[in-house]
C-alpha cells in the first residue's frame, strides 16, 4: 500500500520482528513510495532477504540473522546449515557474524533462542541511545551536519547510530539542519534517511553524492556523521561506498569526520582495514547496458577519522579496540 507522510518514530517491530513461524520484515527497497512488510518462513529465506537488501545496515541484519536462526530452530531446521546460510549473506558487516555467534553460544532450544534473539536487539537499541547522548557533545549550538547511506532506526531497529546522533543533537537545539547525501548505487540516503528524517520533522536537504565537497568549501557543512559496518583494531572504518571520499574532504576542509557505531561493529580480530572483506554487488545495480564496478563499502583509514563513538564513549585516535566488543 501507498503511505503519506507518517509523523512518527520508526519502531522496532516495523523493522523486524520474529514471531511464532515467521520473521516479518519492513521492505526497505520499497520505501520511501511504498510500506510493504515481508514475511519469511525459514532460515534460508532470512537470508535471502538479507542478501537483496529487504533489510540492511550492520546492526539490523545482525539482529534479523539472528531471528532467522531463532526460527530455524522453532522449524527443526538444520542449525550448522541455517548458520551457513546466514552467515554467507553479507560479508563486510561484522555484526552478523557476532550475532550468530551469540546464538550459537547458548543450547540450541527454541524457546531460549527467541528470547536470545530479541536480547540482541534490546541491547542494539540501548547502544545506540547511549551513542547518541555521547556523540551529541560533540555538536555546537548550529550545527550542519552531512551523513552518507542511512543509519537510523532502520538500520539499527532503534535510535540509529550516526542518525541517532543527529537526532539527539536535534533535540537538544544543537542541530539545524541535515544535509544528506543520495548514496548511490542503490539510494539509501534518499531513500530512507530521508524518509526517516521527514517522519521525525527533522529539517534537512538531499544532495547529489558529488556536491559534498562544494557544499565543504563554502562552509556549508560542520561534522561529516557517518556509521560503520565494521571497525578495525587499529581504528580502520568499513563503511557504504563513499565514506572513503568524505573522509578526504572533511580532512582538505578540517571538518570533524565521526563515526557513530556499536561495539557490536568492532572486529577486535581484524587488525587494519586491508584484512576487511568488501562486498561488491552485481553490476547491474549500477547499469543494465554497459559494464560497471559496483562495490558496496569502502575503507577509511584511522588517521582521517576525527573520532569514533560506541556505547563506551567518544574514542580518538591513535585506537586500541583489542578488547571493545561486548
Not at 550542519?144 to 541517532?164: E, F, I, S
Not at 561529516?224 to 573522509?247: E, M, P, W
Not at 576525527?306 to 563506551?312: K, S, Y
Amino acid at each position: 500500500m501507498r503511505v503519506s507522510v507518517i509523523a512518527a518514530d520508526v519502531t522496532p517491530d516495523e523493522v523486524v520482528r520474529f514471531e511464532r513461524d515467521r520473521v516479518v520484515l519492513l521492505d526497505q527497497r520499497r520505501l520511501p513510495d511504498e510500506y510493504v512488510q515481508v514475511a519469511c518462513s525459514s532460515a534460508a529465506e532470512v537470508a535471502d532477504a538479507i542478501s537483496r537488501l529487504v533489510v540492511r545496515g550492520a546492526p539490523a541484519i545482525g539482529i534479523t540473522a539472528a531471528m532467522g536462526y531463532a526460527l530455524a530452530a522453532q522449524r527443526g531446521e538444520d542449525l550448522d546449515l541455517a548458520a551457513k546460510q546466514l552467515l554467507d549473506t553479507r560479508p563486510t558487516a561484522v555484526n552478523l557474524a557476532w550475532a550468530i555467534a551469540e546464538m550459537r553460544s547458548i543450547p540450541p532450544d527454541p524457546a531460549a533462542l527467541a528470547a536470545r534473539a530479541l536480547c540482541i536487539r534490546g541491547a542494539e537499541i540501548k547502544r545506540c541511545h547511549a551513542m547518541g547522548g555521547h556523540a551529541a557533545k560533540l555538536f555546537q549550538r548550529g550545527s550542519r551536519p552531512l551523513t552518507h547511506c542511512n543509519t537510523g532506526a532502520l538500520a539499527t531497529t532503534g535510535h540509529g547510530t550516526a542518525l541517532g546522533a543527529i537526532r539527539t543533537g536535534h533535540a537538544a537545539a544543537l542541530v539545524d539542519h541535515v544535509h544528506v547525501d543520495e548514496t548511490r548505487p542503490v539510494n539509501q540516503g534518499s531513500r530512507l534517511t530521508a524518509w526517516e528524517l521527514e517522519r521525525a520533522n527533522i529539517p534537512f536537504t538531499l544532495l547529489v553524492d558529488g556536491a559534498a565537497g562544494s557544499l565543504m568549501a563554502r562552509g556549508e557543512v560542520t561534522h561529516v556523521v557517518v556509521g560503520a559496518d565494521r571497525i578495525a583494531a587499529n581504528g580502520d572504518v568499513a563503511n557504504k561506498i563513499g565514506t572513503y571520499a568524505l573522509a578526504v574532504l572533511a580532512a582538505r576542509h578540517e571538518i570533524p569526520f565521526i563515526v557513530v557505531a556499536p561495539s557490536s561493529s568492532v572486529d577486535p580480530a581484524t587488525l587494519d582495514g586491508g584484512s576487511i572483506p568488501v562486498e561488491e554487488r552485481a553490476a547491474n545495480e549500477v547499469s543494465s547496458r554497459f559494464p560497471a564496478r559496483n562495490p558496496a563499502f569502502d575503507v577509511t583509514p584511522s588517521e582521517l577519522v576525527t573520532a569514533i563513538v560506541t556505547e563506551r564513549g567518544v574514542h580518538r585516535g591513535p585506537y586500541r579496540f583489542r578488547e571493545e566488543r561486548t
